[in-house]
C-alpha cells in the first residue's frame, strides 16, 4: 500500500499599486450590514500586524485577501479544524462569512471610479476529487476558477498558477508561487488576489515633490521624495498614544488611505504597541473626523512583501489544519492539510490623481459636516516613521496594511 502525503496549500496573495485613472460614477449599492464581518476582519488585522509588522522595519499586506482566502478553506473544514478556522479568523456566530463574501466580492468588483478586482481561484490535483457541493460553493459564493494542476507542465505545475496571478494583477505580481514549492504531494492550492488602482481625489503636483529628510526611528536622517499639498482634508489630532490621522480619500471617496502618525520620530514603537493591544479598538482610527485645512507632506514610495504567513496563523490559533489531524472532510473525501500560507502585496503611493480637485479647496470646503474648521493649516508631515491603513469604508474592509519607517528598503521577503 502506498501513503501519499496529500497536502493543501492555499496561496494568498495581495496587490496594491495605485497609478493614475480617472472615471465617475457610484458604484456600491450599500443593502448589507457589514458591520460584523468587517469587525472580525478589523481584529484579524490587528492580529496580522502585531506578527507581521511591529518588528520589522516596513510592512504591507492584504488582511482584506488573507481573510477571503482562508474563509474559502474554512468552508471545507469541519470539526476542530473549522473551529481552529473560525477562532483565527475572528468570526462569530452570527456572521454568515461566505454569504457575506459572496455579497462583498460582487459589490466590490463593480466599483466603477476605481479599480478593485478580486479574483479567486482553486487548483487541484489531478487524483482528487473535490466534494461537488464544495466546488458549487466556491464558484457561486467566492466567484472562484476551479483547475487542475498539471505536473507534466515543463515550466512547472506554478507556471499557469503564476500566469493567472499576473493576469489578475495586471503583471504587477509575477511569480507568487516560487519554483519547487509545488510537488506531487501538494493537493490543492487557493489563491485569492486582489488588485487595487485608485487615484487620490486630491492629486499630488509632481512639480512640488522634492528630496526632504526623513528621520527614522534611531535618529538617522534620510532622503525621501516628499509629496505636498495644501488642502482640505479629514484629520484628528492625538488620537492614540499622542498619534494623528489624516485620511486621503480616493476619487471613489469610500475608498481611503488612513495614515497614522505618530509625534515623534521615535514614537512608532509606542503607538504600535497601543493598537496591537487586544484591547484597543482599531475601528476608532476611522471615525470622528473633523475637515480642517492640512499642509499634508508624504513620502512617495513602493514597497513589496512575500510572506509565509504560516507561522503567524498558528499563533492565531491554526494547528490542527496544518497537521495531519486536520479535519477538512467538506473539500474532498481525501485527507487534505494545509501545507503553506503565502502572500504576497505591493504598495505604490505617488502623486497621480485629479490634480484639478486638488485646487479647488472651496468645493471641499463646502461639503464639510464638521462643525471645527481650523483658520491656520494643520500641518501633516509625515517625516518619519508611520503606519498607514488603505480601507473600503463602507464595508469596513481594510485592503491593505503597513508601516514605512525606511523609506530606502523597498522589498521584503520573510517567513
Ligand atoms: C471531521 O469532522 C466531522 C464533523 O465534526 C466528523 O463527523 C468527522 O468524523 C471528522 N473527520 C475526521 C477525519 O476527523
Ligand atoms: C504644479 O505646480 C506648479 C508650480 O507651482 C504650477 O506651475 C503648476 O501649474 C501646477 N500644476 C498643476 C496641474 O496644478
Ligand atoms: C532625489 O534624489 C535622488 C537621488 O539623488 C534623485 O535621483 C531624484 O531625482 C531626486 N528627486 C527629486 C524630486 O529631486
Ligand atoms: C460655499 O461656501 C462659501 C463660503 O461659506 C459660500 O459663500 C458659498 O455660497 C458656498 N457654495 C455653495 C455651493 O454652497
Known sequence: MIIMAIRLLPIVVGLL????????????????????????????????????????????????????????????ARGNTANELRTALQLTPEIEVHDNYQELIDLLNKVNDVTLDIANSVWIHPDITLLEDYKTELVTKYYANVDALDFSNPNGPEQPINTWVAKQTRDKIRAIVPHGVLSPSTSLIIVNTVYFSADWNSGFNETLTKNKTFTKQDGLKVQVEMMTQTGRFEIKESVVAGAGVLRLPYSDERFAMYVLLPRTFSGLPDLEKTIADDDFDNDMLFNDFMEATVAVSLPKFQFTASMDLKNTLKKLGLSSAFSESA???????????????????????????????????????????????????????????????????????????????DPQMEKMEAS
Open 327 to 405: 479535519n477538512f472532510s467538506g473539500i474532498s473525501a481525501t485527507k487534505t492539510h494545509i501545507s503553506g500560507v503565502m502572500q504576497k502585496a505591493m504598495v505604490e503611493i505617488k502623486e497621480s490623481g485629479t490634480v484639478a480637485a486638488a485646487v479647488t479647496e472651496v468645493d471641499v470646503s463646502n461639503r464639510s459636516t464638521f462643525p471645527a474648521v481650523k483658520k491656520t493649516p494643520f500641518t501633516f508631515n509625515a517625516d518619519h516613521p508611520f503606519v498607514y491603513f488603505i480601507r473600503q469604508d463602507s464595508s469596513g474592509q481594510i485592503l491593505f496594511h503597513g508601516k514605512l519607517s
Open 17 to 76: 499599486a495605485i497609478i493614475g485613472r480617472v472615471d465617475c460614477a457610484w458604484g456600491i449599492p450599500e443593502t448589507r450590514d457589514f458591520v460584523p464581518l468587517s469587525t472580525a476582519s478589523t481584529k484579524f488585522s490587528q492580529k496580522l500586524y502585531k506578527d507581521l509588522a511591529i518588528n520589522r522595519p516596513n510592512a504591507v499586506f492584504s488582511p482584506f485577501s488573507a481573510h477571503v482566502a482562508l474563509s474559502m478553506a474554512y468552508l471545507g
